[in-house]
């Protein structure tokens, strides 16, 4: 007797492991270094679209650390 056809699928599959690794600097410090990194980059790039492209990462990257700074604010501590 044959195994349906979704285990015999299932079989099949090709099992993807995540590269895991602990991260060095801060997501605030990585974010900084990306920034300033990408500023350089835009200074040397002619207006049009890749420019604009950067421009909104950098954008991207203000506002995560904007939120960053939200999140860990003594406003939002929870009491014990």
């Given at each position: 007797?044959?195994?349906p056809?979704?285990?015999?699928?299932?079989?099949?599959?090709?099992?993807?492991?995540?590269?895991?690794?602990?991260?060095?600097?801060?997501?605030?410090?990585r974010?900084?270094?990306?920034?300033?990194?990408?500023?350089?980059?835009?200074?040397?790039?002619?207006?049009?679209?890749?420019?604009?492209?950067?421009m909104?990462r950098?954008?991207?990257?203000?506002?995560?650390s904007?939120?960053c700074?939200?999140?860990?604010?003594?406003?939002?501590?929870?009491?014990?």
């Amino acid at each position: 007797m044959r195994a349906p056809a979704f285990l015999e699928r299932m079989e099949q599959r090709v099992v993807i492991k995540r590269r895991r690794f602990k991260q060095t600097k801060s997501l605030e410090e990585r974010l900084a270094q990306d920034t300033a990194e990408l500023r350089e980059q835009a200074k040397m790039l002619p207006p049009g679209r890749v420019r604009e492209h950067v421009m909104h990462r950098i954008r991207q990257n203000e506002a995560a650390s904007h939120l960053c700074e939200l999140l860990r604010s003594p406003g939002l501590q929870l009491s014990e």
